[in-house]
């Protein structure tokens, strides 16, 4: 069995990880969303901040400027685009 595995494509379940991220401005007039995030497995990039569209003006609800945040991006016609984001959980 070699010590290094070719990397595997992730099973399905996995392609819908949530990445965590910090909401750094939000254009809701524009349906965008600045967020500086940690690597997103899904579309294998590293860590960074960068606007991303939102697939629905709902998603802007319920989080502001400076919020903790999980979310979930996808290339949508060649569009960064996020699909689901909620409050990330406090520490206790």
Same mark, same amino acid.
């Given at each position: 069995? @070699?010590?290094? #595995?070719?990397?595997?494509?992730?099973?399905?379940?996995? *392609?819908?990880?949530?990445?965590? +991220? &910090?909401?750094?401005?939000? !254009? #809701?007039? %524009? +349906?965008?969303? *600045?967020?500086?995030? /940690?690597?997103?497995? %899904?579309? !294998?990039? @590293?860590?960074?901040?960068?606007?991303?569209?939102?697939?629905? @003006?709902?998603?802007?609800? /319920?989080?502001?400027? +400076? !919020? #903790?945040?999980?979310?979930?991006?996808? $290339?949508? +016609? /060649?569009?960064?685009? &996020? *699909? $689901?984001?909620?409050?990330?959980?406090?520490?206790?």
């Amino acid at each position: 069995v @070699p010590l290094h #595995a070719e990397p595997v494509p992730p099973p399905a379940s996995e *392609t819908s990880t949530m990445t965590e +991220g &910090v909401v750094r401005k939000i !254009d #809701a007039a %524009n +349906g965008k969303l *600045t967020l500086r995030h /940690g690597p997103i497995v %899904n579309l !294998d990039m @590293p860590a960074m901040t960068m606007v991303f569209r939102v697939q629905s @003006p709902e998603l802007l609800s /319920g989080i502001k400027t +400076g !919020d #903790a945040v999980k979310f979930h991006a996808e $290339a949508i +016609g /060649g569009t960064l685009t &996020v *699909t $689901a984001i909620q409050a990330a959980q406090k520490a206790r």
